[in-house]
């Protein structure tokens, strides 16, 4: 009893590190996004090059879930985390003396790789450290600072931008990962020493595992249908519906803000509930606000802030199915969780970019194509978890610690 306050201070500890890490891998993106249009200027090329300065960060992000996915389930999880973030520093000190914009673009997709291992480590990690309720709740935590990177980040960026010259961001990356690596070293007895009890099994298993796959599509569609909204959302605002990009800022605001309640809820509401009802309700209410964006679309509505009010639904309904719903995903992988995250996150990853490109083309037209295609993916997720078959009730909470 008396080890019980040191082992909480110890799991709050690791959790923290793993926070600051999977942070710093988003921030690589918003961080950097106010030097881009500086980037010409500095080391030649043209705008729509150093855009790629962006994609190619995202495209390497994506490349690196499924490669730390593997090398999770073959080697010592902690090990990697700190052979990642040692990457992440070295090459965003690299990327901070790219001769060129061509190489910089490199540099950057080398870089997201890199940096992707906390966001595929985390989740099997925060289960082993935690009891079910509290690991929901600590995801749901580590969701809502994600959510407010996008907001938070490009801010820092600006004032790097101005005192730093454009390397400033990357320098910040490269110290604050320094630092990172440096804690966990220094308390990586704390870190749980997962390998995966499917070395060899590659990912072939999870993608024919219909468990697996309903919370993991689920999860996928309904925050993918949320995120292709919000990419299509700035454009909609100013040139279909007449607005501002102050419109789209207070809908975004508020809308984390109705996420970051429900997901820092949905622990104890999971407890109360059960995590099966809490998925199932925060999908359908999601998709549901989706539906009732599009219905007010088909009537004709053109207020731009009536937008953020009908959008809360959406993210409530994501805040309070996202955590549980990643949990059981990580569970249904069956000891497979470096690459059942690595999954989840790349299923995000590419419904999110597959819906914005399909809505892409008639963005300028209004706010039916856009409602249209988000809604549609929003729905898929109640689909997913119709069609598809949960978990038996007594495996989520398997090897949870004492």
């Known amino acids: 009893m008396s080890d019980a306050p040191n082992a909480r201070a110890r799991r709050r500890l690791v959790f923290a590190l793993l926070l600051v890490s999977t942070t710093l891998g988003l921030a690589g993106t918003d961080l950097v996004l106010p030097a881009v249009p500086a980037l010409p200027g500095s080391l030649g090329g043209s705008p729509a090059l150093a855009q790629m300065v962006l994609a190619s960060f995202v495209a390497g992000a994506g490349a690196g879930l499924v490669l730390f996915g593997e090398l999770g389930a073959r080697f010592n999880q902690r090990s990697l985390l700190v052979l990642s973030l040692a990457s992440y520093a070295l090459l965003s000190q690299l990327a901070a003396h790219a001769p060129s914009l061509e190489i910089l673009v490199g540099l950057r997709f080398v870089q997201g790789a890199s940096g992707a291992a906390a966001a595929v480590f985390a989740p099997g990690m925060i289960r082993h450290l935690f009891s079910e309720r509290d690991a929901v709740g600590a995801l749901g935590l580590l969701g809502s600072i994600e959510a407010i990177i996008p907001a938070l980040a490009p801010v820092a960026g600006v004032w790097l931008l101005q ?130 964006l599009l219905v007010y679309a088909l009537a004709g509505g053109t207020e731009p802030l009536m937008l953020a009010v009908l959008f809360i639904p959406v993210n409530m309904g994501l805040g309070f199915r996202g955590p549980p719903g990643f949990y059981r995903a990580v569970v249904a992988s069956g000891g497979n969780e470096a690459r059942g995250s690595a999954l989840v996150l790349l299923a995000i990853l590419l419904t999110a970019a597959g819906g914005t490109a399909i809505a892409a083309p008639f963005v300028t037209g209004g706010l039916t194509p856009l409602a249209l295609v988000a809604a549609a993916i929003s729905a898929l997720s109640v689909l997913t978890l119709v069609c598809l078959p949960g978990m038996p009730a007594d495996t989520a909470g398997a090897d949870d610690p004492g």
Not at 214 to 226: E, H, I, K, N
Not at 239 to 261: E, K, N, S
Request: charged letters at 10%; glycine letters at 16%; proline letters at 3%.
């Open 163 to 292: 005192h730093l010259g454009w390397q400033g961001s990357f320098h910040f990356l490269a110290a604050s990962s320094v630092a990172a690596c440096g804690l966990i070293l220094l308390r990586r007895d704390a870190f749980p020493a997962l390998v995966s009890r499917h070395g060899s099994t590659g990912y072939l298993p999870l993608l024919r595992d219909p468990v697996y796959l309903r919370y993991a599509l689920s999860q996928a569609f309904t925050l993918g249908g949320l995120l292709t909204f919000v990419f299509g959302a700035p454009v909609v605002i100013t040139q279909g519906l007449g607005g501002t990009l102050g419109d789209f800022i207070v809908m975004q605001v508020t809308g984390i803000a109705f996420f970051m309640l429900t997901a820092n809820s949905a622990g104890w509401l999971s407890e109360k509930l059960g995590a099966e009802r809490l998925i199932a309700g925060g999908s359908a209410l999601s998709a549901g606000g989706a539906l009732g």
